[in-house]
């Protein structure tokens, strides 16, 4: 359908009027029929009133047809479209891409569309519309709230995020609460089958907060995000933030819109977890903490980057009343995500810390004079440092390497008064593998 996926996208609500009924099913709709083409599907709420777009079916999709009406000019479904001739509907049945049944309206006739329908707002009314909306609640002792958000049509320099987006918050009587602007790579008029807004309580005060898509992609879906300000009783402006430079270890100076890619709640430690993966050369894993109802900090960021020279970099930096550099190594590509499971093992060694960094097992050297700690899970790899033996180490994941013989450990370096401070980096540890056979539980 390609003049209607290039124009449906540009209005997400329509009155919906009475129907007139064109036609029974020609005999049992047991069959299913082929799409020739991409095609739009719309979904009626459930009082009639409005259409929105839920999905773009590719050409091929299998789908059944269960009724068919059409529209003369003036009624409910082709208030959406121009047209020259009456619209014929069909009501289908489809899978979704997690395979559950799923009905919607698709358009059988789409050469009769002209146009879009650009000023039908509601009944009455001939307000132009180019928004999104949705009812959430915030808490139990609240009323839902209606959050409608419009492309303002100015833009940023920021290609990523060219467009300048106005959330307005409503309350059940209609009346404006309040409103604040946001930016996004994202539209309500080209990305209407997207949700635009999610509510979910993001700081563990019981109440929920906005989401707001920004980017979403085949891998990486970004939200900035408003707190419900509990005390005010309305959402707070955008969180910004200074980000992270790995390479200078400094946080850039330019405060930028703070984004969630993929965001995961991690209740047990009050943590908010964003993860953004380009490929296998790129990863960056913050988990970020509240050091009060409203003031979001970062905790921990694990980065896995291209080193250059078929060489893979990981660093992991921990957050609080300083920074601390717990490692920056890289390693050979082939080694790295070549060796069965090395990656799966460093990404695990990453949680150790971050969820254990207070509890983790104490092992010391033993049965040897002095063992190297070695760069990789072999005895062929670079020795990082000489430890001798009772010097101890935290224990980060066991039975590594082919041989399930290797210990990977956090070694602090300031054990034997190498601990060094550079600009405000405190550079304390490092990570290695130690033969199991040269270590034991310290008593």
């Not at 799923?102 to 180019?130: C, H, K, L, P, R």
């Not at 409608?148 to 990523?160: F, Q, V």
């Not at 989401?211 to 419900?228: D, E, I, P, Q, Y």
Request: net charge negative; hydrophobic share 35%; charged share 25%.
């Amino acid at each position: 359908m390609k003049k209607l996926s290039s124009v449906v996208c540009l209005l997400l609500v329509v009155v919906i009027l009475p129907v007139v009924a064109f036609a029974q099913m020609q005999g049992e709709w047991n069959h299913a029929e082929t799409l020739q083409q991409a095609t739009d599907v719309f979904e009626v709420t459930d009082d009639g009133r409005k259409m929105r777009i839920v999905t773009v079916l590719d050409e091929g999709t299998e789908y059944e047809p269960i009724e068919r009406i059409v529209t003369q000019d003036g009624t409910a479904f082709d208030s959406y479209f121009f047209s020259d001739y009456p619209i014929e509907w069909i009501r289908i049945s489809y899978h979704d891409r997690k395979s559950n049944v799923q009905q919607g309206w698709i358009v059988a006739n789409t050469d009769a569309i002209t146009g879009i329908n650009m000023s039908v707002f509601d009944a009455t009314s001939n307000e132009e519309y180019n928004g999104y909306e949705k009812t959430i609640n915030i808490h139990d002792s609240l009323p839902p709230y209606t959050i409608r958000i419009t492309d303002t049509g100015e833009n940023t320099a920021d290609l990523a995020s060219d467009n300048i987006l106005l959330v307005e918050v409503f309350s059940e009587n209609g009346e404006q609460l309040q409103s604040f602007t946001y930016f996004s790579n994202e539209t309500p008029e080209y990305d209407g089958v997207a949700a635009l807004v999610i509510a979910k309580d993001l700081n563990f005060d019981g109440y929920n907060d906005l989401m707001l898509l920004t980017g979403a992609g085949a891998r990486n879906v970004f939200h900035a995000f408003s707190l419900w300000d509990s005390h005010m009783n309305q959402f707070r402006p955008v969180e910004v933030v200074c980000n992270w430079n790995r390479e200078t270890e400094r946080f850039d100076p330019e405060i930028k819109q703070l984004e969630l890619c993929n965001v995961e709640l991690i209740p047990e430690e009050k943590y908010l977890y964003s993860s953004v993966q380009d490929g296998y050369q790129y990863r960056r894993d913050i988990y970020y903490g509240w050091e009060s109802q409203y003031g979001i900090t970062e905790r921990f960021i694990w980065d896995v980057y291209d080193a250059g020279d078929r060489m893979i970099g990981e660093s992991l930096y921990q957050f609080g009343s300083q920074v601390v550099r717990l490692w920056d190594e890289q390693y050979p590509e082939d080694w790295y995500y070549g060796q069965n499971g090395v990656f799966a093992e460093r990404q695990k060694a990453a949680k150790a810390v971050i969820f254990g960094v207070d509890s983790l097992p104490w092992l010391q050297v033993s049965n040897v004079d002095w063992v190297n700690l070695r760069k990789q899970d072999s005895k062929a790899s670079p020795s990082l440092a000489k430890l001798y033996a009772g010097q101890e180490v935290e224990l980060l994941v066991d039975a590594c390497g082919p041989e399930n013989g290797w210990v990977r450990v956090l070694y602090h370096c300031d054990a034997t008064g190498s601990r060094e401070e550079f600009d405000g980096i405190f550079r304390e540890e490092m990570t290695g593998y130690i033969w199991h056979s040269f270590l034991e539980p310290v008593q």
